[in-house]
């Protein structure tokens, strides 16, 4: 599986902006996917999750200001984040697990898209 991701950008703190991610290749294996983060000098961190039912799943920073959400015809995720603030500055990832290689980690990353939130 492949991940493209694209959306990311700068803004203002208060603005919002919309990550996408589509995937290709064997997407008959797709299982959940994400969105994870990692800002300078941090770990990476899981922001928000989907299954393959639309459950959510979303880091208690983000709760009320991003939405994940998916289209499984498409193979893609999106990430609508509002409310911005500095805090997200970081890079995404979109990731996806593997129905079949089950594990707590993705089995694939797309390439990160930077995010600036400036106040």
């Known amino acids: 599986v492949q991940l493209q991701a694209s959306g990311g950008g700068s803004v203002q703190t208060g603005g919002s902006l919309t990550l996408s991610c589509e995937a290709s290749g064997r997407i008959f294996r797709i299982n959940d996917m994400g969105w994870y983060r990692q800002a300078p000098g941090k770990e990476r961190e899981l922001v928000a999750k989907?299954?393959?039912?639309?459950?959510?799943n979303y880091d208690d920073s983000v709760k009320g200001r991003f939405t994940i959400s998916r289209d499984n015809t498409k193979a893609t995720v999106q990430l609508q984040m509002n409310s911005l603030k500095t805090e997200d500055t970081a890079v995404y990832f979109c990731a996806v697990w593997d129905i079949v290689m089950v594990g707590a980690r993705p089995a694939y990353w797309g390439q990160g898209t930077l995010v600036t939130v400036s106040s």
């Open positions: 989907i299954t393959r039912d639309a459950v959510t």
